[in-house]
């Protein structure tokens, strides 16, 4: 089994396993097994097609937490030059859960902060798998400030199962972190544009995502809690998460559909993990876009916007 | 489960009504377990004469001990739970409504009523836990957001008694997306300078700690009560070890600094009177 591959995409893994074999003995054969080859590998294709074409929530959640899907700094790579991370919230840490600096977007200085995950057993450990603790947010919010003091757009990356949940966390006042960031991003006086890259999970991903727009890769999900978390609770069965991710309605197009989401960007065929520079290059189109046109607006407008748009979050009857 | 509860169709099963305080002459502490006199425990606003413990309380009752009574008007009562994913588990979120509804005589987990408090008129709002947990959903939001529009609009104090277990999981993202719609309602009267003081009581959990209950200008908290990000069960299954002594309990925040002081309900009103009226530079109230 390729573990490249998720459980749903294993007929897939099958045939590219088989296109593996025939390149290799093509390689020092006789006969020409090209015009095979060509015809496995669009047989793959449309196989991968008709999969990706009806994934269920629970398969788009694997997607997003698929181990090679690219990260924070995959992201910034491909999109920012000159990107300078700055480290430490001034009063106890760096956390590394966290990334955030300068970067340039198409020669325009911006700040960039996001969640970032390990590749690795040791960065998934030093990384703490992108939960961040107090002081990351902490951190966060200072390079915010900075934004506002020196008046350039701010970008954030969501990625993240969700705040972590440790004694050490809890002493230093997370809930506060957390809260701290949701009060002040609400009127920070610059552009802001959120982008869901993997998994946006509940306050630990909100409280670097409150903004002006709010963009969600294809394959992403968001959600109050995650899926295993919620069928703990309300099934009483951490297995039940394949219902409760289809429950909460957790992808990026059904969230778009209830209007919590402005824009769905298309993935690569197969996941941004298959392409990474092809889901970059389509995000750096939405970036400058989103950013182009916010930059019209004046200060007290984007404010008054953001504001309406918490505001209107929400479903309820009145009589 | 008995046999006779599973042939039922869920939405005409309702559970025994909970309630905070039980009913009758007599009543006992759950800390203490003295058997106390109704009555008495009443007058001490449900705080055990014997040990303190402060018992959990509805949002009326709440509201009532803590507002003057007459000249109060309620704030957002029309509005109601709507269903917007159409949320099933083991039971239909409709349902689920219905049956708190039913047990709480509540609409939803919050209540927010404007009036006065020892002659000062503030907007006061309550968490109603008995209700779905308190948990935050579409209503819970709104009808906080409209309370500090109240507050904002007649430059009057606005005071939130916490006491949820976090956002509501059956309204998915649209309960998350309330952590921010309150802490921006919270930003607007920060910049206008109208105060807003946090009560957190047992227990404020979850999304409601991680927003609104944690954005007083002044934090306070009931004695003892559980106030944290993640619920205890949860960070002893990520750390794998007993949790300290006191965890997430008032003092406990208190001595991290989470707090701005720790207050006896009996005290409640006469000292954030005293608060607010420094606060908003009025002279020292009579109680």
Sequence with gaps: ?319 | MNWFDKLMPSKIKTQRRSRSVPEGLWTKCEACGSVLYRNEVERNVYVCPKCDHHMRIGARTRLKTFLDPGDQTEIGAGLLPEDPLRFKDSKRYRDRLTQAQRATDETDALVAISGRMLGMPVVACAFEFSFMGGSMGSVVGERFARAAKVSLSSRIPLICFSASGGARMQEGLFSLMQMSKTSAALAQLAEAGVPFVSVMTDPTTGGVSASLAMLGDINVAEPQALIGFAGPRVIQQTVGETLPEGFQRSEFLLEHGALDMIVDRRQMRERLASVLAMLTRQAQPQS
């Excluded at chain 1, 909100?206 to 099934?235: F, H, K, N, Q, T």
């Excluded at chain 1, 995000?283 to 984007?302: F, I, K």
Aim: negative net charge.
């Design chain 1, 1 to 319: 089994m390729n573990m490249n591959f998720l459980d749903f995409e294993q007929p897939i893994a099958e045939l590219e396993a088989k296109i593996d074999e025939l390149r290799y003995v093509g390689d020092d054969s006789v006969v020409n097994l090209n015009e095979e080859i060509a015809r496995l590998k669009s047989k793959s294709d449309s196989l991968t097609r008709s999969i990706f074409s009806n994934l269920s929530a629970w398969q788009i959640a694997q997607l997003a937490r698929h181990p090679s899907r690219p990260y924070t700094l995959d992201y910034i790579e491909r999109l920012f030059s000159g990107f300078e991370e700055l480290h430490g919230d001034r009063c106890y840490a760096d956390d590394a859960a966290i990334v955030g600096g300068l970067a340039r977007l198409e020669g325009e200085p911006l700040v960039v902060i996001g969640q970032q995950k390990g590749r690795d057993t040791k960065e998934k450990v030093r990384r703490n798998f992108g939960m961040p603790r107090p002081e990351g947010y902490r951190k966060a919010l200072r390079l915010m400030r900075m934004a506002e003091r020196f008046k350039l757009p701010l970008v954030t990356f969501i990625d993240t199962p969700g705040a972590y949940p440790g004694v050490g966390a809890e002493e230093r006042g997370q809930s506060e972190a957390i809260a701290r960031n949701l009060f002040e991003m609400s009127r920070l006086a610059v552009p802001i544009v959120n982008v869901v890259i993997g998994e946006g999970g509940s306050g630990g991903a909100l409280a670097i995502g409150v903004g002006d727009r709010l963009i969600m890769l294809e394959y992403s999900i968001y959600s109050v809690i995650s899926p295993e978390g919620c069928a703990s609770i309300l099934w009483k069965s951490a297995d039940k998460a394949e219902d409760a991710a289809e429950a909460m309605g957790v992808t990026a197009d059904r969230l778009n559909s209830l209007g919590l989401v402005d824009e769905v960007l298309r993935e690569p065929l197969g996941g941004a993990h298959r392409d990474a520079d092809a889901m970059a290059q389509s995000l750096r189109n939405a970036l400058v876009s989103n950013l182009d046109e916010l930059r019209r607006h004046s200060l007290d407008d984007l404010l008054a916007a953001r504001y309406q748009r918490f505001a209107s979050f929400g479903r309820f009857r009145e009589e």
